[in-house]
């Protein structure tokens, strides 16, 4: 899979938004009933870990949810924007959910340029995804500060799938990755302690340090 920087990705966001309704309690209230919206996960080759898709209709779009990265270096926390990027953020809680995430090793670091470790690839090659692809999420706005947890992809619009990359340091990177949540400070530590013992210069891909996600807990 490539990733940034390599390739100058174009991105779409495709989101079908089903409208919202207000329903009656037996009281009189007014409750508004949103069914949030309806993503689609194309199939895309053989998942690198057995998984099913994740369903597709009434997607929440509203609020947050937190996640834990289980990883031997320690914890990272998160908080996922399913306002930002609903289709994203139901993918990932998806996998997390099935085990997609557990015992892997994070495959990628780059700390010159741009300052990421990449994850979310069972095989550990860059190549592995979970045999269907997600919308991209993006608008012009979009930047990759520190703290920021955004979606990998391959060159054409709307092919990510499970990798994400976690953002330690600002980096320079054009609109077209989905952020689709921000790690707690205790976890952009973690993440900047793995970053600091550099690059296998076997590889010049892989991090020293130990990159592992144990399991990812939601919540």
Known sequence: MRTPP???????????LVGCQNANDSAGDDVAA???????YPPDGEPARAVDPPPGENVPD????????????GEVGLTLDRAQAPCTVNSFMSLAEQGYYD?????????????????GDPTATG??????????EVDDDTTYPPGTVAMAKRQPPNTGGSQFF????????????????????????????????????ADQVSPIAEARIESVTLG
Do not use: K
């Open 103 to 119: 015992d892997t090793d994070c495959h990628r670091l780059v700390d010159f340029g741009i300052f990421i470790l990449q994850c």
């Open 166 to 201: 976690l953002v330690w340091a600002d980096t320079p990177l054009p609109p077209e990755y989905t952020v689709f949540g921000t790690m707690d400070q205790a976890g952009l530590d973690v993440i900047a302690g793995i970053a600091a013992q550099g690059v296998d210069g």
């Open 62 to 73: 509203q609020g947050t949810v937190t996640a834990t990265l289980n990883m031997t270096a």
């Open 6 to 16: 390599l390739p100058v990705i174009a991105a779409a966001a495709l989101l079908a």
């Open 34 to 40: 949103a069914t949030g919206v309806t993503c689609e």
């Open 127 to 136: 190549t592995g995804g979970p045999g269907y692809t997600i919308p991209d």
